[in-house]
C-alpha cells in the first residue's frame, strides 16, 4: 500500500533549536494530518489541515497545507525534552475511510 | 470520555495459539481501524469497519479476522498466531460528525504488544 514520504527520517537536535518536517505525496489530499507518538503509546492528533495553503499552529507546533496539495509541513520552535517522538504525517480525502500515513520522522533531544 | 480503549495493554502466546484483541470506543464513531505498528515500518492497515455491522480489508489482513460487535467494540482476532505477527497493535476510530472539522480525524488507543514465540 502507499505511504506517504517524510523527511527527515531521524532528527538529533538540541534543546531550544526548531524543528522542521515534511511531508510529500503522489497523490492530491484535501486533508492533512500531523500525529505525535510517545514511545510506548499511540498516536495523539496535533494538527489538522482542510485547506490548500492554510497555516494552523498549536502552541509552539505549526503545520501548512501546501498549495500542490501533495505535501505538508510541520515545525517546532524552541524545541523542550518532552517533543521527543516519532511524528507522523497521514492524508486523505472527504469521504474516504482510510487515512494514507508516513513513514514517521522520529526526534531526539540530545542533552 | 476514555477515548479508544484497548485491552489487553500486554500478551505473550505461543506459535498456533489464538487470542482476540479487544478495542471499545465511546466518541460514538461509526468507523474504526485495527492497525499493526512494526520498527520502522509505520502503521499498516489491517482491517476497519466502516460502520456497524460491515467490515473491509486493509493492507495486511492475512491471519486476522475481525468482529464489529456493535457501534462501541470492534476486536481483532488471532485463530493461529505466529511469530510474523509480533508487533504493536492499534485500534483507532473516526467519527462522521457534523462538524467537516472531525470527519477525517482518527483517534488512537493506547496499543497491544503481542510477542509470538
Excluded at chain 1, 503522489?26 to 497555516?55: C, H, M, R
Excluded at chain 1, 520552535?77 to 522520529?106: H, M, Q
Excluded at chain 2, 476510530?93 to 457534523?98: F, K, R, W
Aim: net charge neutral; aromatic share 10%.
Amino acid at each position: 500500500g502507499q505511504q506517504l514520504n517524510q523527511s527527515p527520517q531521524s532528527m538529533f537536535i538540541q534543546e531550544g533549536e526548531d524543528v522542521s518536517m515534511n511531508c510529500t505525496s503522489s497523490s492530491i489530499f484535501n486533508t492533512w494530518l500531523w500525529y505525535k507518538q510517545d514511545p510506548g503509546e499511540g498516536p495523539v492528533l496535533l494538527i489538522a489541515l482542510y485547506k490548500a495553503g492554510e497555516l494552523t499552529s498549536n502552541g509552539r507546533l505549526t503545520a501548512q497545507f501546501g498549495i500542490t496539495r501533495k505535501d505538508s509541513f510541520l515545525n517546532i520552535s524552541a524545541s523542550i525534552p518532552s517533543d521527543v517522538g516519532i511524528y507522523f504525517c497521514a492524508g486523505t480525502n472527504f469521504g474516504n475511510e482510510k487515512l494514507t500515513f508516513g513513514t514517521g520522522t522520529r526526534l531526539t533531544i540530545i542533552p | 470520555n476514555a477515548g479508544v480503549t484497548q485491552t489487553p495493554k500486554f500478551q505473550v502466546l505461543k506459535t498456533g495459539q489464538s487470542m482476540t484483541l479487544q478495542c471499545a470506543q465511546d466518541m460514538n464513531h461509526n468507523s474504526m481501524y485495527w492497525y499493526r505498528q512494526d520498527p520502522g515500518m509505520g502503521l499498516r492497515l489491517i482491517y476497519y469497519s466502516a460502520s456497524e455491522g460491515t467490515t473491509d480489508k486493509g493492507e495486511v489482513p492475512n491471519g486476522y479476522n475481525v468482529s464489529r460487535l456493535n457501534k462501541r467494540e470492534f476486536s481483532l482476532r488471532l485463530e493461529s498466531a505466529a511469530p510474523s505477527q509480533t508487533s504493536v497493535y492499534f485500534c483507532a476510530s473516526m467519527g462522521a460528525g457534523l462538524s467537516k472539522s472531525s470527519y477525517n480525524e482518527q483517534f488512537f488507543g493506547p496499543g497491544t504488544r503481542l510477542t509470538v514465540l
